[in-house]
């Protein structure tokens, strides 16, 4: 069974920094692309950076370019968002994602990212 | 950007009755185009891909078509279990986006 577990998110004050993890089980891990997807409370989803196998191609959104980092462990089986310069905008639910071949077919229960002072 | 739009907003049916969701791509994107559910407090299910391919274990009940810039999610009898926000996303360009979601609630 596919699973992916993220953790590291919390109470952030605005200007800090914050790293999320992503634990993937149940699949080979480093044969898929993956993707860090947000939703601000009450609101949509919104894709926020995408990382192919090898680390050899990296996506980023507009709103995150610059201050957030995606990397992976394959040997780790492990997804990370490094998160720097938060602001208030960047509070949401950050789920991790698998992808297919585009489409996100297995996403995470997410974990909460609160910038406030 | 590939901007989606969804609509309506809000859709209200009754149970057993039949619920069409409409998205719009601001873009032809062919047919890479993605449906997911998501309930309250939930992660999102992914639905269907590639516009009207269902993934794995979803009912038949639920269908995508559409092609280049028009495309529609139909729940052809809908379930108790089916009352939740619809996303639709396309991947025929970076980044990828996602509808504003539809929110079908029962009547």
């Known amino acids: 069974e596919v699973q992916l577990v993220e953790s590291g998110g919390g109470l952030v004050k605005p200007g800090g920094s914050l790293r999320l993890s992503c634990a993937a089980s149940g699949f080979t891990f480093s044969s898929y692309s993956m993707n860090w997807v947000r939703q601000a409370p009450g609101k949509g989803l919104e894709w926020v950076s995408s990382?192919?196998?090898?680390?050899?191609?990296?996506y980023y959104a507009d709103s995150v370019q610059g201050r957030f980092t995606i990397s992976r462990d394959n040997a780790k089986n492990s997804l990370y968002l490094q998160m720097n310069s938060l602001r208030a905008e960047d509070t949401a639910v950050y789920y991790c994602?698998?992808?297919?071949?585009?489409?996100?077919?297995?996403w995470g229960q997410g974990t909460l990212v609160t910038v406030s002072s | 950007e590939i901007v989606m739009t969804q609509s309506p907003a809000t859709l209200s049916v009754s149970p057993g009755e039949r619920a069409t969701l409409s998205c719009r791509a601001s873009?032809?994107?062919?047919?890479?185009l993605a449906w997911y559910q998501q309930k309250p407090g939930q992660a999102p299910r992914f639905l269907i891909y590639d516009a009207s391919t269902r993934a794995t274990g979803i009912p038949a009940r639920f269908s995508g078509s559409g092609s280049g810039t028009e495309f529609t999610l139909t729940i052809s009898s809908l379930q108790s279990e089916d009352f939740a926000v619809y996303y639709c996303?396309?991947?025929?360009?970076?980044?990828?986006?996602f509808g504003g979601g539809t929110k079908v609630e029962i009547k």
């Open positions: 996303q396309q991947y025929n360009n970076w980044p990828l986006t």
């Open positions: 990382i192919t196998t090898s680390s050899n191609y990296i």
């Open positions: 873009q032809r994107v062919s047919s890479k």
């Open positions: 994602a698998r992808e297919g071949s585009g489409w996100l077919n297995y």
